[in-house]
C-alpha cells in the first residue's frame, strides 16, 4: 500500500506516535523503451531543432537502415537511408569516404557517424549523417530482388521518372504483398492511418467511451445481409467426396459439431455486442476486423475490413437523440482529419499521397438531409433517380456528396430498407408527386437513422439510434427474416433489464483512408488485402 503513496513527503507514525516509517514521493521509473535507439525521424527532427537554434548537432551517433540508394564518386558514396519513420519519401542522407563497393540498395546496415548540416539538396536533406562506420546487418541479393530497380530509382528528379517508379512499385506489391511496407506509399499511408487511429481514441478517451473487445466469431448475421463466413472446424469437414455429397447443406448440424450443433461466423459488425457493453458503460467503442463475403470486386469492397464502432446510452427523446448520435460522429471524423494534418512529418506524408488540406472539412458544420429530401434533389438533378423507398445506389450517394461539397448526412431512412435494430421514427412520411408519382399521398414509416456520404467515395458512415421498445423490435426482427432464437439475449434481456435509450455508429477504416488521402482502390493500402479469389497468405 506504502509504495503507491504519491504526493508530497509524509511520514508514518506508529499508535504510541514514533517515526515508524518515512515515505518519499512516488518517483516514475524509466522504461526499457527509452533504452531504445533513436529512429532517423528523430534524429532528423533533433539535428534540425538544434541547427534553428544555433546549437552544435550530435557529435557521436548511431543510425539503422535500409539502403535505398546510393552514389559513387571516387572521394565520395553517397547513401539514401530510410528506416520507414520520417514523413512522405524522405530519406536520411549519409556521406561516406571513398567509393564503396560492398554496399548495395536493400541492405540493412548499421552506422556510426556525425550528424552535420544536410548540402541542401532536398527539404528532406537539411541534415546529413558523414558516416565513419558502417556493418552490413542482412544482405540483398540485387539479381532477384523485386524491388531493387524500383529502390534505386525512388529519388529520380524527373517527375515523369518518379510516376513511372510509383507506377512500378505498385504493379510489384501488387503481386508480392511481403514487400508493401517497403514501398514510401505505402509506409506513408501506414504512418497517416496511425494517427488517425489514435486521434480518434484520443476523443474516445476524452469523452469518457471505454474501448472494449467484441467477440470475431459470432452466432447470428447482424445486419442480415446473408454475406457472411461460416466458421468450422477442420475435423467437421467432410473428407472425401462420397460425405461431401450426402452433405445437403453448409449450416444443418454437419459442419457445426464444434460449435454443438449451433453455426458460428465471421462478425459482419460488432454492434449488437456493443450495445450489451453499452448497457453497463454507458459509453463504448471497438476497432475491430470485420467480414463480408460480398463478390464485388470494385475499388471500395474488401472481405476483411476494419470498423470502428461506438456505442452510446442516455439519448434525449425525439429528434434529439439522432442528432446527438450525428454530433460524436462528426467531432470523431473530424478529430482524425486534424491528426492526419497535425505536424510536419504528417504534412510530409499527406502531400506525398497527393492530398489537400481543406480547413472547410473542419472548421464547417457538415450539412443534414433526410432521405426524403436527398430522394427530392436527386429526381430533381439526376438522369436515373430513385423513387421513395429504394436504397441510394453508390453513383446517388458521390452525387450528393459532390452536389454538397463536402461530406453529408442522409437521415430517416425508409424502415424496409434498414436493418431490424433502427428505432421507428413516430411520425410517418407523406408521399408527394416529387418523390413518388406513382404513390403520392401514401403515409411510409422511416427510421431514425443516418448515412455519412462523402465525395468521391459515398456511404462512409452508417448509423442510428436503437430501437429498445421490444414489441416494436420483435415485430422488425419477424419482417426481416432472420432466426429469432439465437438473439432473445439481445431482442429479450437486453431490452427487459435496463434497456436505456441508446445510438451508436460505424465507421470503415479503409474507406475513411481512402477518402482523406485520395487513394484507390481500397487494397492498395491494405497490407494483405482479402478479396474474392486465391488467398495467398
Same mark, same amino acid.
Given at each position: 500500500i506504502?509504495?503507491?503513496?504519491?504526493g508530497?513527503?509524509?511520514?508514518?507514525?506508529?499508535?504510541?506516535?514514533?517515526?515508524?516509517?518515512?515515505?518519499?514521493?512516488?518517483?516514475?521509473?524509466?522504461?526499457?523503451?527509452?533504452?531504445l535507439?533513436?529512429t532517423?525521424h528523430?534524429?532528423?527532427?533533433?539535428?534540425?531543432?538544434?541547427?534553428a537554434?544555433?546549437?552544435?548537432l550530435?557529435?557521436?551517433?548511431?543510425?539503422?537502415?535500409w539502403i535505398?540508394?546510393?552514389r559513387?564518386?571516387?572521394?565520395?558514396?553517397?547513401?539514401?537511408?530510410?528506416?520507414?519513420?520520417?514523413?512522405?519519401?524522405?530519406?536520411?542522407?549519409?556521406v561516406?569516404?571513398g567509393?564503396?563497393?560492398?554496399?548495395t540498395?536493400?541492405?540493412?546496415?548499421?552506422?556510426?557517424?556525425q550528424?552535420?548540416? *544536410?548540402?541542401?539538396?532536398?527539404?528532406?536533406?537539411?541534415?546529413?549523417?558523414q558516416?565513419?562506420?558502417v556493418?552490413?546487418?542482412?544482405?540483398?541479393?540485387?539479381?532477384? /530482388?523485386?524491388?531493387?530497380?524500383v529502390?534505386?530509382?525512388?529519388?529520380?528528379?524527373?517527375?515523369?521518372?518518379?510516376?513511372?517508379?510509383?507506377?512500378?512499385?505498385?504493379?510489384?506489391?501488387?503481386?508480392?504483398?511481403?514487400?508493401?511496407?517497403?514501398?514510401?506509399?505505402?509506409?506513408a499511408?501506414?504512418?497517416?492511418?496511425?494517427r488517425?487511429?489514435?486521434?480518434?481514441?484520443?476523443?474516445?478517451?476524452?469523452?469518457?467511451?471505454?474501448?472494449?473487445?467484441?467477440?470475431?466469431i459470432?452466432?447470428?448475421?447482424?445486419?442480415?445481409?446473408?454475406?457472411?463466413?461460416?466458421?468450422?472446424?477442420?475435423?467437421d469437414?467432410?473428407?472425401?467426396?462420397?460425405?461431401?455429397?450426402?452433405?445437403?447443406?453448409?449450416?444443418? *448440424?454437419?459442419?457445426?459439431?464444434?460449435?454443438?450443433?449451433?453455426?458460428?461466423?465471421?462478425?459482419?459488425?460488432?454492434?449488437?455486442?456493443?450495445?450489451a /457493453?453499452?448497457?453497463?458503460?454507458?459509453?463504448?467503442?471497438?476497432l475491430?476486423?470485420?467480414?463480408?463475403?460480398e *463478390?464485388?470486386?470494385t475499388?471500395?469492397?474488401?472481405?476483411?475490413?476494419?470498423?470502428?464502432?461506438?456505442?452510446?446510452?442516455?439519448?434525449?427523446?425525439?429528434?434529439?437523440?439522432?442528432?446527438?448520435?450525428?454530433?460524436?460522429?462528426?467531432?470523431?471524423?473530424?478529430?482524425?482529419?486534424?491528426?492526419?494534418?497535425?505536424?510536419?512529418?504528417?504534412?510530409?506524408d499527406?502531400?506525398?499521397? *497527393?492530398?489537400?488540406?481543406?480547413?472547410?472539412?473542419?472548421?464547417?458544420?457538415?450539412?443534414?438531409?433526410?432521405?426524403t429530401?436527398a430522394?427530392?434533389l436527386?429526381?430533381?438533378?439526376?438522369?436515373?433517380?430513385?423513387?421513395?423507398?429504394?436504397?441510394l445506389?453508390?453513383?446517388?450517394?458521390?452525387w450528393l456528396?459532390?452536389?454538397?461539397?463536402?461530406?453529408?448526412?442522409?437521415?430517416?431512412?425508409?424502415?424496409?430498407?434498414?436493418?431490424? /435494430?433502427?428505432?421507428?421514427d413516430p411520425?410517418?412520411?407523406?408521399?408527394?408527386?416529387?418523390?413518388?408519382?406513382?404513390?403520392?399521398?401514401s403515409?411510409?414509416k422511416?427510421?431514425?437513422?443516418?448515412?455519412l456520404?462523402?465525395p468521391?467515395?459515398?456511404?462512409l458512415?452508417?448509423?442510428?439510434?436503437?430501437?429498445?421498445?421490444?414489441?416494436?423490435?420483435?415485430?422488425?426482427?419477424?419482417?426481416s427474416?432472420?432466426?429469432?432464437?439465437?438473439?432473445t439475449?439481445y431482442?429479450?434481456d437486453?431490452?427487459?433489464?435496463?434497456?436505456?435509450?441508446h445510438?451508436?455508429?460505424?465507421?470503415?477504416m479503409?474507406?475513411?483512408?481512402?477518402?482523406?488521402?485520395h487513394?484507390?482502390?481500397?487494397?492498395?493500402?491494405?497490407?494483405f488485402?482479402?478479396v474474392?479469389?486465391?488467398?495467398? /497468405?
Amino acid at each position: 500500500i506504502l509504495s503507491g503513496l504519491v504526493g508530497s513527503e509524509m511520514c508514518i507514525r506508529d499508535s504510541l506516535g514514533s517515526l515508524a516509517l518515512h515515505v518519499r514521493p512516488y518517483q516514475t521509473r524509466a522504461f526499457a523503451s527509452a533504452r531504445l535507439p533513436p529512429t532517423l525521424h528523430v534524429l532528423r527532427r533533433d539535428a534540425e531543432l538544434a541547427l534553428a537554434s544555433n546549437k552544435s548537432l550530435a557529435s557521436d551517433v548511431t543510425a539503422y537502415g535500409w539502403i535505398v540508394s546510393m552514389r559513387r564518386h571516387k572521394t565520395r558514396t553517397f547513401l539514401e537511408l530510410t528506416d520507414g519513420t520520417m514523413g512522405g519519401g524522405a530519406t536520411m542522407q549519409v556521406v561516406l569516404s571513398g567509393d564503396i563497393r560492398e554496399l548495395t540498395p536493400g541492405q540493412a546496415i548499421q552506422l556510426h557517424g556525425q550528424m552535420k548540416a *544536410g548540402r541542401a539538396r532536398s527539404a528532406s536533406q537539411r541534415v546529413e549523417i558523414q558516416a565513419d562506420h558502417v556493418a552490413v546487418l542482412a544482405p540483398t541479393d540485387l539479381a532477384t /530482388y523485386p524491388l531493387a530497380n524500383v529502390m534505386q530509382g525512388n529519388h529520380a528528379t524527373s517527375a515523369a521518372t518518379d510516376a513511372l517508379t510509383h507506377t512500378t512499385a505498385t504493379d510489384i506489391v501488387r503481386r508480392e504483398s511481403h514487400f508493401k511496407a517497403r514501398t514510401p506509399q505505402f509506409a506513408a499511408l501506414q504512418r497517416t492511418r496511425a494517427r488517425m487511429e489514435h486521434a480518434m481514441g484520443a476523443w474516445m478517451a476524452a469523452n469518457d467511451f471505454c474501448k472494449v473487445h467484441p467477440p470475431i466469431i459470432t452466432s447470428s448475421d447482424c445486419e442480415g445481409g446473408g454475406e457472411i463466413f461460416q466458421v468450422v472446424a477442420d475435423a467437421d469437414v467432410p473428407q472425401n467426396s462420397q460425405e461431401t455429397m450426402s452433405l445437403t447443406s453448409s449450416r444443418n *448440424g454437419s459442419l457445426a459439431a464444434f460449435w454443438s450443433g449451433q453455426p458460428a461466423y465471421l462478425t459482419v459488425s460488432a454492434q449488437l455486442h456493443l450495445e450489451a /457493453y453499452a448497457l453497463g458503460l454507458s459509453r463504448v467503442w471497438s476497432l475491430c476486423p470485420v467480414f463480408r463475403a460480398e *463478390g464485388s470486386a470494385t475499388n471500395r469492397h474488401l472481405a476483411e475490413f476494419w470498423m470502428l464502432e461506438a456505442e452510446m446510452c442516455w439519448l434525449p427523446d425525439g429528434e434529439q437523440a439522432l442528432r446527438m448520435v450525428l454530433d460524436v460522429t462528426e467531432s470523431v471524423l473530424k478529430s482524425a482529419l486534424q491528426a492526419a494534418w497535425h505536424d510536419e512529418r504528417a504534412k510530409e506524408d499527406m502531400v506525398f499521397l *497527393g492530398a489537400t488540406y481543406d480547413a472547410a472539412l473542419i472548421d464547417s458544420l457538415w450539412p443534414r438531409l433526410t432521405y426524403t429530401d436527398a430522394v427530392r434533389l436527386l429526381r430533381a438533378h439526376t438522369k436515373a433517380p430513385p423513387v421513395w423507398g429504394e436504397s441510394l445506389k453508390s453513383e446517388h450517394e458521390r452525387w450528393l456528396a459532390s452536389h454538397m461539397g463536402q461530406p453529408v448526412f442522409v437521415t430517416n431512412f425508409p424502415t424496409e430498407i434498414k436493418p431490424f /435494430y433502427m428505432r421507428e421514427d413516430p411520425e410517418p412520411v407523406i408521399l408527394s408527386d416529387d418523390v413518388h408519382p406513382t404513390e403520392s399521398g401514401s403515409a411510409r414509416k422511416t427510421v431514425a437513422c443516418f448515412d455519412l456520404l462523402v465525395p468521391q467515395v459515398g456511404e462512409l458512415v452508417g448509423g442510428s439510434v436503437r430501437e429498445e421498445r421490444h414489441g416494436v423490435l420483435m415485430q422488425r426482427l419477424r419482417t426481416s427474416g432472420l432466426q429469432a432464437s439465437s438473439l432473445t439475449w439481445y431482442t429479450n434481456d437486453l431490452r427487459r433489464y435496463g434497456g436505456a435509450p441508446h445510438g451508436g455508429f460505424g465507421l470503415g477504416m479503409e474507406r475513411f483512408l481512402s477518402w482523406v488521402t485520395h487513394t484507390v482502390p481500397v487494397r492498395g493500402f491494405v497490407g494483405f488485402p482479402r478479396v474474392k479469389g486465391p488467398l495467398r /497468405y
